[in-house]
């Protein structure tokens, strides 16, 4: 599984240097991305083909029946990501000097704003569309990419965190530990939950129209 997942970021390689701006725009000014269409391995599909066309829109229905079969599982997968980025937190902040620490809280709050103008970019209420399906499972990936892209997450603790040389390797350190622990997670789970993991919380609004 690893290997797979690797190999996959590698096949988009060619396409890291343009999608690393965007990215690291969208960081800094707080906007909500489109959907990437990386890693269609996890969805079994070939990434080669997967470059070329556009992914086919998800069935609700199956949507849905894949959420209630694997529900437990999705829900043992978010607690386990979120303990192994609360152990990085942890560890990044020990790294800092009191002068850094204003700019720790000032980059935790800035999260927070990310994620309400993600959430709000999702309806309220109603059915999803198959559009809007496919969109909250693509979110997942870059969660994947900044994980496994070491040198792409050290550099936004590097800028947001003024890191000097001592602390930015200590910091990959930590970095690759997470990334060590992180897919190792994803090998001892369900191949579809990462790409469940973000519809979980909307499951009930998941279904064929009626």
């Known amino acids: 599984m690893k290997a797979r997942i690797l190999i996959a970021l590698l096949t988009v390689a060619v396409f890291a240097a343009g999608y690393g701006a965007r990215v690291w725009a969208d960081h800094h000014a707080c906007?909500?991305?489109?959907?990437?269409?990386?890693?269609?391995?996890?969805?079994?599909?070939?990434?080669?083909?997967?470059?070329s066309s556009p992914e086919p829109l998800p069935n609700p229905a199956k949507i849905s029946s894949a959420l209630q079969k694997l529900g437990p599982e999705i829900?043992?997968?978010?607690?386990?990501?979120?303990?192994?980025?609360?152990e990085l937190d942890a560890?990044?902040?020990a790294l800092l000097h009191p002068d850094q620490k204003p700019l720790w809280d000032k980059m935790v709050?800035?999260?927070?704003?990310?994620?309400?103008?993600?959430?709000?970019?999702?309806p309220a209420d109603g059915l999803l569309t198959p559009e809007q399906i496919m969109n909250l499972q693509q979110r997942p990936?870059?969660?994947?990419?900044?994980?496994?892209?070491?040198?792409?997450?050290?550099?936004w603790l590097v800028h947001d965190l003024n890191l000097d040389d001592?602390?930015?390797?200590?910091?990959?350190?930590?970095?690759?530990?997470?990334?060590?622990?992180?897919?190792?997670?994803?090998?001892?789970?369900?191949?579809?939950?990462?790409?469940?993991?973000?519809?979980?919380?909307?499951?009930?609004?998941?279904?064929?129209?009626?």
């Open 91 to 93: 560890g990044v902040l």
């Open 141 to 155: 990936l870059y969660k994947l990419l900044a994980v496994v892209v070491v040198p792409l997450k050290l550099e």
């Open 75 to 86: 829900d043992k997968f978010q607690a386990s990501v979120k303990e192994i980025d609360d």
């Open 31 to 51: 906007k909500v991305p489109p959907a990437p269409k990386l890693l269609g391995e996890l969805s079994g599909q070939n990434t080669t083909a997967a470059a």
């Open 109 to 122: 709050a800035h999260r927070v704003v990310y994620r309400a103008q993600e959430e709000a970019g999702i």
């Open 166 to 210: 001592e602390q930015q390797e200590a910091a990959r350190k930590l970095l690759l530990v997470r990334r060590e622990k992180f897919l190792t997670l994803l090998d001892s789970s369900p191949p579809p939950t990462l790409r469940l993991s973000r519809l979980m919380p909307l499951a009930e609004r998941i279904g064929e129209k009626k």
